[in-house]
């Protein structure tokens, strides 16, 4: 058994290996991986794999000792102290008390009235991408499709002015790219369109320059986004200075005992928005729409019984999460599934093979539009559950309300490309095409 298959990304461009998982679950539920030289990056010193859904749960919910903040949530190390000094500002990488103030005043920010308006121009945009579609027959579904919502929905969360969406899908690529190169340089945004912000920062971008060995600066460092910090720098003080109705604006302005949420704050926030919740979403529409393609009785049973849409969309989420793992660093000695964690040890839990436990789900590798309960951890668990868990859903939701019943007998029209990526799943490119007479 090769357990380093599951840490290399290039595994994954086949998908991924729920094989090699179930062998591991079934001879221990927690494994000790080695992380070998790849892609350029060197050795790493090895991690816990967590594969039962009962133990990712447990580490998940107990920040006390399986902490986000002491080597932050990725499997790889931090190149320098400065780099995880950096990324551990960030919300994604904090534990109680300081993840839970940020995570308050976001949530305070998410108002009835901003969450209306969001859901209306969450179903509006949904249609108006299958309009455009509609007519040509056939789509890379994962380009032409899927991207276009979760973008526009985060840059009006935002309030980033819809002249300057672009660059959202060019720092999401960026990150991408860090691991498959077909992303490393993406170059959409037309600066003669953008605000006088988003010129200058393009502008920085052209300074971002690669090492001696050809490879861009990691883009969890501050170099590696400059350009996307300095716009979050500038879109803040304009959103001060010319509030709208967007959760950004709303965030800004929102007070508790210890003030205002402070620039540098929202800059790592804007990083969790603007890339972590983009780039999710972008794979998880097209990972759902290739687990109904390939499992036809399924789908066929969603369009003639629309009213099982919801279970439908948790049934995608849990058959094909677009996160593959989150990172946890043990802040003391403890035995975790008959393992000896030691301190400072790296927890890497698996949301693919929790999803797939048997011990949780019946029938785990199977699809089922109708399953329920579906106790899936693709949005986590504890106190780093995904606050835009609802915002997804719902873009799922106006995704494939129009796809299902507006491009009849959708089918592949080629193999799908997934990934190259041990973190993010979900096929890059997948051919389809329908019936548009």
């Known amino acids: 058994m090769d357990r380093t298959r599951l840490f290399d990304p290039a595994t994954y461009t086949q998908g991924v290996p729920y094989d090699l998982i179930a062998e591991m679950r079934e001879e221990a539920p927690v494994h000790w991986v080695a992380e070998p030289s790849v892609m350029g990056w060197g050795e790493g010193p090895g991690y816990w794999a967590v594969l039962t859904h009962k133990l990712v749960n447990q580490v998940l919910r107990d920040p006390s000792t399986f902490s986000s903040h002491q080597g932050a949530t990725q499997i790889r190390d931090p190149g320098t102290a400065e780099m995880l000094a950096f990324v551990q500002r960030m919300m994604l990488n904090q534990d109680p008390p300081n993840h ?20 209306d121009g ?10 455009r579609v509609v ?10 499709i899927a991207a276009e919502l979760p973008l526009m929905t985060l840059a009006e969360i935002m309030g980033v002015p819809e002249e300057d969406r672009m660059l959202l899908f060019d720092w999401s690529n960026r990150v991408i790219g860090y691991q498959d190169s077909e992303y490393a340089i993406s170059d959409q945004f037309d600066p003669s369109t953008g605000t006088d912000m988003a010129r200058k920062a393009r ?18 460092s501050r170099e590696g986004l400059a350009d996307m910090y300095f716009y979050a720098s500038e879109l803040a003080g304009h959103r001060r200075r010319y509030p709208g109705d967007d959760v950004v604006s ?19 926030m804007f990083f969790l928005f603007a890339v972590a919740g983009n780039e999710t979403l972008r794979n998880g529409i097209p990972g759902g729409m290739l687990a109904l393609l390939e499992h036809p009785s399924q789908m066929k049973k969603l369009i003639s019984h629309p009213d099982l849409l919801p279970s439908a969309i948790e049934e995608m989420l849990r058959y094909s999460p677009p996160v593959v793992h989150f990172r946890r660093t043990a802040t003391r000695a403890v ?20 999803n797939r436990d048997p011990a949780t789900f019946r029938n785990p590798d199977q699809f089922d539009v109708e399953r329920t309960p579906n106790d899936h951890v693709t949005f986590g668990a504890g106190p780093h559950f995904c606050l835009g868990a609802h915002v997804a859903r719902r ?19 080629g193999e799908p490309e997934h990934l190259i990526s041990n973190f993010q799943n979900g096929p890059k490119h997948l051919p389809v095409k329908w019936d548009n007479e």
């Open 395 to 413: 873009q799922m939701s106006a995704i494939f309300e129009q796809v299902l019943w507006r491009l009849p007998n959708i089918e592949l029209n």
């Open 203 to 220: 502008k920085l971008r052209d300074q971002i320059r690669p090492d001696g060995s050809g490879r861009m600066p990691d883009p969890r």
């Open 135 to 144: 007519p040509k027959g056939n789509a890379d579904f994962a380009s032409d």
């Open 335 to 354: 035995d975790l599934g008959g393992a000896s964690i030691s301190q400072n040890d790296k927890i890497v839990v698996y949301h693919v093979a929790a």
């Open 122 to 131: 969450i179903s509006r945009r949904a249609k108006l991408i299958i309009d």
């Open 250 to 268: 709303i965030l800004l302005a929102t007070e508790d005992e210890q003030g205002a949420i402070t620039t540098e704050e929202f800059e790592t």
């Open 100 to 119: 839970t103030r940020l995570r308050r005043l976001l949530t305070k920010s998410f108002t009835p009235r901003a969450i209306a308006a969001l859901e």
